[in-house]
């Protein structure tokens, strides 16, 4: 406070002495002592008023007396000035709070951009990986399809090396022809068993020659392989033969060429063939009878005079 007193004093004077400002200080010290609040040097110059002074405190405050215009104008420009700086602190305060906000408003839009940067970053890389997997998966589809398309011609072409010899085998092993015949309202029925692979002619007026391969079909032949390694097994050589083969086929499939003879009155020219599965059906229709020829009574009097009395009833009425 004293020196705030000393430079109001100062700003008023142009030349002031030392001792003025001693003066001041302790005027102020005496002033805080009593209790008394002073703020500048009129405030000083009431309390002088009301105290004991010596003379030269007693020039001092006239002189303040006579050169309060001068302080009061000196403490308007001090005022003035202490408000110019804190209006100057408030607006470099709000500079930099402006600043801040705009610093940190800037910071919120680099983080968003870096953000955005980096998840467009991850959305290529996962993209990337995705279409790297996908390339991946596609190559093992590929590399998987060639595999199983290779397996696929090993087994096919073993399969079609496998079914020569079979067929081979089979062509060279005689079969029974199993069937019947059943007379029908139309003629005969000519029933053939597992034939749907024989051929089927006309080789004499009542008669059918069937021929051919009959060859079993996958399932049946495994089930005919079973059979005859347990026939191996049962006879004690182990390895299946082909007697063992044929003896679990019991004449069923092989080569066939057999004549099936009909009755007389079979019309084997007009035969018709069908299917039920894997049997054959030949139907023979029956040849019509041949007619008869009916020889009619003949009146040996017709056209002649009649040679009886009129009377007579006539012997024949035509």
């Not at 003035?80 to 801040?100: N, S, Y």
């Not at 968003?112 to 596609?138: D, F, G, P, Q, S």
Request: with cysteine; glycine share 4%.
């Amino acid at each position: 406070m004293t020196s705030l007193l000393t430079s109001q004093w100062l700003d008023a004077c142009i030349i002031v002495p030392t001792e003025d400002c001693d003066i001041i200080a302790r005027l102020a010290e005496r002033a805080a002592a009593e209790g008394h609040a002073v703020s500048d040097l009129a405030g000083l110059r009431k309390y002088a008023l009301t105290t004991h002074v010596d003379d030269a405190e007693a020039s001092l405050v006239q002189s303040i007396k006579e050169k309060h215009r001068a302080i009061d104008a000196a403490a308007a420009a001090a005022a003035e000035e202490d408000a110019a700086r804190a209006a100057k602190v408030a607006a470099d305060a709000e500079l930099a709070a402006a600043e801040q906000k705009a610093h940190e408003a800037a910071r919120r839009v680099a983080a968003a951009k870096a953000a955005r940067a980096t998840k467009a970053a991850a959305a290529r890389r996962a993209a990337a990986a995705k279409e790297e997997a996908a390339r991946r998966l596609a190559a093992e589809k590929e590399a998987e399809a060639r595999r199983i398309a290779a397996e696929a011609a090993a087994a096919e072409e073993t399969e079609s090396d496998d079914e020569d010899e079979w067929a081979a085998f089979w062509a060279d092993t005689e079969a029974q022809l199993r069937g019947d015949v059943a007379e029908t309202a139309e003629g005969y029925d000519v029933v053939l068993r597992g034939a749907d692979e024989l051929d089927v002619s006309v080789v004499e007026e009542n008669s059918l020659r069937v021929a051919g391969v009959i060859i079993p079909s996958p399932s049946v032949q495994e089930k005919i392989l079973a059979l005859a390694k347990r026939r191996a097994l049962r006879h004690g050589h182990g390895r299946v033969t082909e007697e063992d083969v044929i003896a679990a086929s019991k004449g069923r499939f092989g080569r066939v060429d057999e004549l099936v003879r009909l009755p007389a009155n079979a019309d084997v020219e007009r035969a018709t063939r069908s299917c039920r599965g894997r049997d054959v059906v030949v139907s023979v229709p029956r040849r019509a009878p041949p007619r008869r020829r009916v020889r009619r009574a003949v009146d040996p009097y017709y056209g002649r005079a009649l040679f009886r009395e009129p009377s007579y009833p006539p012997i024949y009425s035509y």
